[in-house]
């Protein structure tokens, strides 16, 4: 599932792709992939046509546009969350319109200059002539256009605007490691002081958002720590490192354009990320440890998979009863 650096990626293509653009029409071609949206497709069209993009943001994992107002418009935004493979692909003029952009490889000359992805679910025509699509092959993702509500903290909702609001649907979702009003030394604290370990805590989206496994995994390496170990028994140093390892992990995944594993993830040009290749124990089991050569190892996880170095990583040792 895409985490924050690769969500990051795709917000910052909207941000230099379709923003001040107004969507001419919307096409849903597939009801599920707006099963969140309350008014149901047709609402979801009817509220988004004629309509400005002003913003790109992201808090964690959830990304937004926000629209332009005006006489009898709310305030609201197209809130996409991309599931396990979603994609925002810009098609057509605004494509090419970022300096550097890399070449589509779905792409192709056709009746509009581009021929249809077969997993197409949502597409939003633009007045430029360029379009945007929402891909999406699992069918995880969805799209909505739910009201704004004011932040607690009163600071901006996300990265990409100033404004202090966020989708009504993302209120419950945490500040992220990488936002400036993230509140350091009450993580911290909160962390401790939750029952439960330190990898269930880094992923918890209330706790802290835009950590997911992989980015977990690769954190809990670089400090050094297990994630199985009781939030109740870490030190505020190790809290502070754990987090400060996961930063820095999701800064130098951002830099690289995230990480792919297939093509179900790319940027809104089609590029795939390439911090994959960067992997230090996500997904090397029985490769040596950089640090200290030891085969790493796997483990079952919550339905999912756990990789650590043995040496580095030392598994607690269970309390007595």
Request: proline letters at 7%; glycine letters at 10%.
């Amino acid at each position: 599932m895409p985490e924050l650096p690769e969500v990051e990626t795709v917000r910052d293509g909207l941000a230099r792709h379709v923003l001040g653009r107004t969507v001419e029409a919307v096409r849903v071609h597939r009801d599920y992939s707006v099963r969140r949206h309350d008014g149901g497709p047709s609402d979801f069209a009817a509220r988004l046509t004629g309509r400005r993009f002003e913003a790109a943001v992201r808090r964690g994992k959830f990304l937004w546009l926000l629209l332009d107002e005006g006489a009898g418009r709310g305030d609201d935004a197209l809130l996409a969350h991309l599931g396990m493979s979603g994609q925002l692909l810009v098609r057509g003029p605004a494509a090419d319109a970022g300096e550097g952009a890399a070449a589509d490889p779905v792409a192709a000359p056709g009746p509009h200059g581009w021929v249809d992805h077969p997993h197409l679910r949502v597409r939003f025509e633009l007045d430029d002539g360029s379009a945007l699509d929402f891909v999406d092959q699992r069918t995880f993702g969805h799209l909505a256009v739910p009201d704004l509500v004011a932040t607690p903290d009163g600071a901006p909702g996300g990265l990409g605007s100033d404004r202090a609001v966020v989708p009504l649907p993302v209120a419950h979702i945490a500040r992220d490691l990488l936002d400036p009003a993230l509140d350091r030394p009450a993580l911290v604290d909160a962390v401790r002081s939750r029952r439960t370990e330190l990898k269930r805590a880094l992923l918890d989206q209330t706790l802290v958002s835009g950590v997911g496994n992989i980015y977990a995994d690769e954190a809990l390496w670089r400090a050094r720590l297990h994630g199985a170990r009781p939030t109740a028994t870490a030190r505020r140093a190790d809290v502070g490192r754990l987090l400060d390892a996961a930063a820095e992990v999701m800064r130098e995944a951002l830099a690289q354009g995230g990480t792919s594993f297939d093509a179900l993830y790319v940027n809104v040009n089609g590029a795939s990320g390439y911090f994959d290749r960067s992997l230090a124990v996500y997904g090397q089991e029985g490769r040596p440890c950089r640090r200290c050569g030891t085969p790493v190892r796997r483990d079952a996880f919550a339905n999912r998979s756990s990789f650590t170095c043995p040496v580095c990583q030392p598994r607690p040792r269970a309390r007595r009863t």
